[in-house]
């Protein structure tokens, strides 16, 4: 399926979770996103990082309703519990396979969605720049040390570093950018023209469809 | 041949969206990094039901992107598109709350917006900085009422939590952003044409 | 052929004329070499020549400068970059995207090239580079010669009529240096018209037409006396008398250290140890890994072995606690200042010393007028210019004392008055405050007799040059 398309449906069905109070609903979402696992057949550290990555935020939200909720507040504790984990695992179907589907993603949104190709191009330049950033946040906290100074989360100094960091490196990329021939508005070809299936679309429809079926009969 | 001054000038320059992206990577990151400070604080609360306090007392650490987009780029539009950058970063990152993360970005960058909007786009100094702060508090909570079950607490425990995050952003939001912003004018580091 | 039009330009920037009067005719098909102390304005005139300047400066433009009657900056760069390449000084933060073949189909997308074209088009361009090899390899990892092979891969799949490269050779290690070199020449050879800033112009003399002298933001041709004179003075590397070290004494300790960079290995298991209160120098051919090493010293760059400092293996040491003792004068100036005006940053750095009682307010005094900065103690470090700016750095760090400090290229960038002021203040300060140091420099000519030791990083190795002591 097309990424951008999945990742559409996704986000739809992302949004109306954070409506539903439904235990069933979200433990059918976990449980839909976990056949659809099976079926990609996940490394086990994936495996891993689903299930332990929702624990803290998960039980964080499940404590403090048990403890200080009013009304519903039991039903509502299991509620944030299992939609913590179904924001992850149905996020998951789009995030763990972007490595291999980023560039397809990318022009899909370029050419498919007609979004401007210097938010698309800003997008792919800022990913491919990030094992860069993390590296000159370091940098940045170093060279302060050496002068005796911890640049603290909650100093201006730190942030107005990472700032002027990021005023010279958009500079010297809008140039590179603009020295292989980038120009803001322009037409362009692509080497490879993306078409998204009719499947695609059947698959979308009938997802959403039967997403708002359950929710029909208020049965949970 | 084709000149650039035959077409109109552009709204979102190049460097403009480059620069807020890159700012939306740096402050993702700064933040990512704090991490598992969160992660050791939340679970420090969470026995005693008070987690999401972590969650808040940070909450405006992580907005600050859209504030710093709005007041360097100074155009409508720049906090939303900034605090979407910077939640696609943490999202990619791996960041806990996975797709839900990138809503949560975009109602906060409605949210630190509307601040910069409700005085017409004319101020980005203090005003426009604070502004956005309370707005940044106020539309993120009700958003929280929904997403992370607020509506079902007590009473006093949403006010607590309010004060929380009403306090963050003040600081992170408004008082961290305000000296930033006169660091860079200060330091005169960006054209502004 | 389109035609380059250069008459009488002038250019100033926040206030400062950096270009009077300049004009340029190259002849069609001629491969020239463009020449001048930095900071004299080569890289703007580049710049505004590929049409990058003044959109993406500001400032002030006036006078002649156009392709076929078309202001330069004014043309569509997808059109622009048809006529006229560029290759940038430092290629790393200039390529978008992921992969050679990526940042290549990127390139022909914009010039709207058609798509059935392309990839041949793309893997012609990496051949003729001898980059097909690495099509698919991150960009982020290759050397810096190898980026330069890409950018201009960039170039001959546009077909440029123009080519104009801004010291292209800075990062590049000498075996890609002939390469492009060789390149290069055969690009100019297909009728195409080149234009290279270059401070060492060795492999390429025999075919360089006509030389352009810049100077204080002029320019003019070279006569043909002084062309010879020019291209006859080769910059040579000037042997530097240092002796070998023996039964060394060290705080700093590599044993079996490795450095890789991506796939690529940099040093291959090395023991030494780094003299204690001594200078010692690092050369080696670019991009082999000298400010890597610095970086795994200072614990900013992962390494296998274990570096020691005070026997102490740097992985149980905290960083925040290791730089007191280890630090690193950056390459990039503007990354170690913590305040707003040199005067701020003198008085942080005077309080967080090592040796308060040997920074009197004299000394100081002292030292800002031998390094010219006295005039400027009340302005802001970020609009200091480039030398400025290192020289203070220099300063700001040698004030704080560490026991070992460690200098990436410290001279770069500086003329020779400020680069042998620069090199006596270190000297006496290091001494008094009795620093190792370990100094990363090409400029050789200013410090042939200044350092004890010199470290030879070459294949992989580092090794103690000199005579017998």
Redesign the interface.
């Known amino acids: 399926m097309n990424p951008l398309m999945k990742f559409g449906v996704i986000m739809i069905i992302a949004l109306e979770l954070t409506f539903i109070k439904s235990v069933t609903i979200n433990l059918i979402v976990i449980a839909v996103s976990a056949v659809l696992y099976l079926i990609l057949h996940l490394r086990w550290r994936q495996w891993l990082w689903l299930c332990l990555l929702p624990v803290l935020p998960g039980l964080g939200s499940w404590f403090s309703l048990m403890y200080f909720g009013t009304g519903d507040h039991v039903h509502m504790a299991w509620v944030m519990l299992s939609r913590v984990y179904a924001y992850l695992w149905l996020g998951g179907l789009f995030t763990l396979k972007l490595n291999d589907e980023r ?1 397809i993603f990318l022009a899909t949104l370029e050419q498919r969605a007609h979004l401007s190709p210097t938010f698309v ?1 800003a997008l ?2 800022v990913l ?2 990030m ?2 950033v993390n ?1 000159q946040i ?3 906290r ?9 640049l603290h989360i909650w100093e201006p ?1 730190l942030y107005f ?1 990472a700032i ?1 960091s990021a005023i010279r ?1 958009s ?13 803001e508005g ?8 993306v078409t998204i299936k009719r499947l695609d679309w059947v698959i979308a429809i009938i997802a959403l469809i039967a997403f708002q079926l359950l929710l029909l009969p208020h049965w949970y | ?5 035959d ?1 109109k000038r552009r709204h979102w320059a190049l ?1 403009d969206v480059l620069l807020l992206a890159f700012v939306a990577v740096f402050i993702g990151f700064i933040f990512w990094v704090l991490g598992p400070v969160y992660n050791v604080l939340a679970a420090a609360l969470t026995p005693m039901g008070l987690a999401p306090f972590a969650n808040d007392l940070l909450l405006g650490g992580w907005m600050m992107a859209a504030p710093l987009a709005s007041i360097l780029i100074r155009q409508a539009g720049a906090g939303l598109l900034g605090e979407l950058f910077a939640a696609a970063v943490e999202m990619l990152l791996g960041g806990q709350w996975g797709v839900a993360t990138l809503l949560s970005g975009l109602v906060q960058g409605i949210a630190s917006e509307a601040g910069f909007a409700v005085l017409a786009y004319k101020d980005w100094h203090w005003r426009g900085i604070f502004s956005s702060a309370v707005t940044g508090a106020v539309i993120t909570f009700i958003w929280s009422l929904f997403r992370d079950g607020y509506a079902s607490y007590h009473i006093g425990l949403l006010v607590a939590l309010f004060l929380t995050r009403f306090v963050s952003l003040l600081f992170f939001g408004g008082v961290l952003v305000v000296a930033i912003q006169k ?1 860079i004018e ?4 960006l ?1 502004r ?1 | 052929m389109t035609e380059l039009v250069v008459q009488q330009v002038n250019f100033a920037y926040n206030d400062a004329t950096v270009l009077r009067d300049v004009s340029l005719t190259m002849q069609p098909g001629s491969l020239n070499l463009l020449v001048g102390p930095s900071g004299s304005g080569k890289s703007t005139l580049l ?1 505004l020549l ?3 300047y003044p ?2 400066s ?1 400032g002030k433009l006036t006078g002649q400068l156009t ?2 009657g ?2 330069i ?10 006529h006229i390449g ?1 290759l ?1 000084q430092n ?1 790393t ?6 992969t050679p073949f ?2 290549l ?11 059935e074209d ?2 041949s088009r793309i893997e012609d361009a990496l051949t003729r580079v001898g980059m097909r090899d690495f099509m698919w390899h991150d ?2 990892t290759l050397s810096g010669g190898e980026k330069q092979k890409v950018a201009l891969a ?1 170039v001959l799949a ?1 077909d440029s009529h123009y080519l104009l490269l801004d010291e292209p050779f800075a990062n590049v290690d000498p075996t890609s240096r002939l390469q492009l070199i060789q390149l290069i020449k055969a690009y100019q050879q297909s009728g195409k018209t080149i234009l290279i800033a270059d401070h060492d112009w060795s492999g390429y003399t025999d075919v360089i037409d006509d030389v352009f002298v810049m100077a204080d933001g002029g320019l003019h041709t070279a006569s043909t006396a002084e062309k010879t004179t020019i291209l006859s003075q080769l910059p040579t590397q000037p042997a530097v008398h240092t002796t070998q070290p023996d039964a060394v004494i060290g705080d700093v300790v590599l044993d079996q250290v490795t450095l890789t960079n991506g796939d690529r290995p940099l040093l291959s298991k090395t023991s030494l140890t780094i003299p204690n209160a001594k200078r010692t120098l690092i050369t080696g051919p670019n991009g082999v890994g000298k400010s890597t090493l610095f970086s795994a010293l ?3 760059y992962p390494y296998g072995g274990q570096i020691l400092y005070q026997n102490q293996s740097l992985t149980k040491r905290r ?2 606690q290791h ?2 003792d280890v ?2 004068v ?1 390459q990039n100036a ?3 200042f ?1 305040a ?1 005006t040199m005067a701020e940053e003198l008085a ?2 005077q309080q ?1 010393s090592r040796f308060p009682e040997l920074w009197t307010s004299a000394v100081l005094d002292d030292v800002l007028t031998r390094l010219n900065l006295a005039h400027v103690r009340d302005h ?1 470090v ?2 200091l210019s480039g030398g400025q700016q290192k020289k203070l750095q220099v300063l ?2 040698l004030m ?1 004392g ?1 026991p070992v400090l460690l200098f990436d290229e410290p001279l770069a960038g500086l003329d020779s008055v400020s680069q042998a002021h620069l090199l006596a203040i270190i000297a006496e300060i290091t001494t008094q405050q009795a620093q190792t140091v370990v100094m990363i420099s090409h400029q050789l000519h200013a410090v042939t007799d200044w350092f004890d030791y010199h470290l030879q990083f070459e294949d992989q190795a580092l090794t103690f040059r000199g005579d017998a002591s």
């Open positions: 560039d191009y792919v330049g491919n720049f094992p860069a590296q370091k940098t940045i170093v060279a302060a040390q050496m002068r005796g100074m911890t100094q570093k002027l490196w500079q010297s990329l809008a140039e590179g950018m603009v020295s292989h021939g980038f120009t322009a037409q362009r070809t692509h080497l490879e023209a | 041949m084709q000149t650039v001054s077409s460097r660091l200060k330091a005169g580091v054209r044409d | 710049k590929a049409g990058l959109t993406f500001g392709l076929d078309y202001e900056h004014d043309i569509v760069p997808f059109q622009r970059v048809a560029y940038f290629p933060r200039q390529f978008v995207m992921k990526e940042e189909r990127f390139s022909l997308e914009n010039l709207q090239v058609a798509p392309m990839t960009l982020m960039a546009a200072v614990k900013l960083i925040a730089v007191r630090a690193l950056f503007e990354q170690q913590v707003m942080q750095a967080m802001i970020y609009q700001l760090m704080t560490t």
